[in-house]
């Protein structure tokens, strides 16, 4: 099975759906440091940098009659700005992606965005545009939320899906099931990492650190540096017993210390490489770019897990 990826970012997504049987004939993206990590990882797949609303499919002709078109977007506005969102680069990129397959009629699209805009009425207008776009076209559509969580996630991570098929699939798609019992928890993930070190308060500190993560914020291209979100997000990281306000170049040492970490708070900051872990990349799965550049692929990304069960369930409805 082949498939389009758009707007790839560090790769989850795709990653996810190679774990599932499919192979990406072309993945797209507009940021030089994604394309990067994409051909740093996989050097034979095949990585285009363009801009979505400037991709033309008539000069990548593989493109055509491929079995899944898949797109990570950018997140479409919240429910309280949504009204505003017809100007946003966020809206642009969806329905461009829209457009990409209707030229290229996969039998099967893949959008996965907020939750919001699976049900909540301030994104009626772009279910709507959706919707009618690729009806005549003989879609049919499966809108559902998945938590990361209950894929191995260790992360509460909510994320809004579209799976739009061919009416001859349609009847054969199932929304995919969840794969672990019991979630798995910040410290249980972490552990390892905390502890590597020799800081001799590593398994007390995971054992206080038993919830699943908050979600992950990759944040603004237009702010600073990286940050794990809001306020009210980093107050849930400090009951962790990490401070959401920066990431550290290390892990903690013998005694707790991290070198790179002046704030004087007792909590503890996450690496790049710990937040990846968090996403449930693959340890031996790079980022490119510097450390903001890193986190912020990182934030953004699917889960590769959840990407992996989106595959196999189209992969199931494809091939009924």
């Not at 707007?7 to 774990?19: K, M, N, P, R």
Request: aromatic share 8%.
């Amino acid at each position: 099975m082949r498939f389009v990826d758009v707007c790839s970012g560090g790769g989850g997504l795709a990653l996810g759906l190679s774990q599932a049987g499919f192979e990406p004939v072309l993945l797209l993206d507009d940021k030089p440091v994604a394309c990067e990590t994409l051909r740093m990882n996989r050097q034979t797949w095949n990585v285009l940098r363009s801009d979505l609303v400037d991709f033309d499919p008539v000069d990548f002709q593989e493109t055509y009659d491929v079995d899944l078109l898949s797109a990570g977007l950018p997140r479409v506005k919240s429910s309280a700005t949504a009204k505003r969102v017809e100007t946003g680069l966020e809206l642009r990129l969806l329905k461009a992606a829209v457009y990409l397959a209707h030229a290229v009629q996969p039998r099967a699209l893949l959008i996965e965005n907020v939750p919001g805009l699976v049900d909540d009425e301030a994104f009626d207008e772009v279910r709507a545009f959706i919707q009618g776009e690729l009806k005549h076209l003989g879609y049919g559509f499966h809108w559902f939320i998945l938590n990361a969580a209950d894929f191995g996630v260790p992360q509460d991570r909510k994320q809004g899906v579209l799976i739009a098929l061919k009416q001859e699939f349609f009847d054969s798609f199932r929304q995919p099931v969840p794969t672990v019992a019991d979630h798995v928890s910040a410290g249980q993930a972490l552990l390892a990492s905390m502890s590597a070190r020799g800081w001799a308060e590593a398994e007390a500190w995971a054992h206080q650190a038993d919830q699943v993560a908050p979600t992950l914020v990759g944040g603004s291209e237009n702010r600073g540096g990286a940050d794990l979100g809001l306020t009210g997000t980093k107050k849930a990281w400090a009951r962790m017993g990490i401070n959401g306000g920066a990431l550290a170049d290390e892990v903690p040492g013998p005694d707790g210390v991290q070198e790179s970490d002046t704030s004087g708070s007792p909590l503890k900051k996450i690496t790049v490489e710990q937040a990846a872990i968090l996403q449930s990349f693959p340890a031996d799965w790079r980022f490119a770019g510097k450390k903001t550049a890193r986190y912020r692929q990182i934030g953004h990304a699917s889960p590769p897990p959840v990407g992996r069960a989106l595959g196999l369930a189209v992969a199931e409805a494809l091939q009924a």
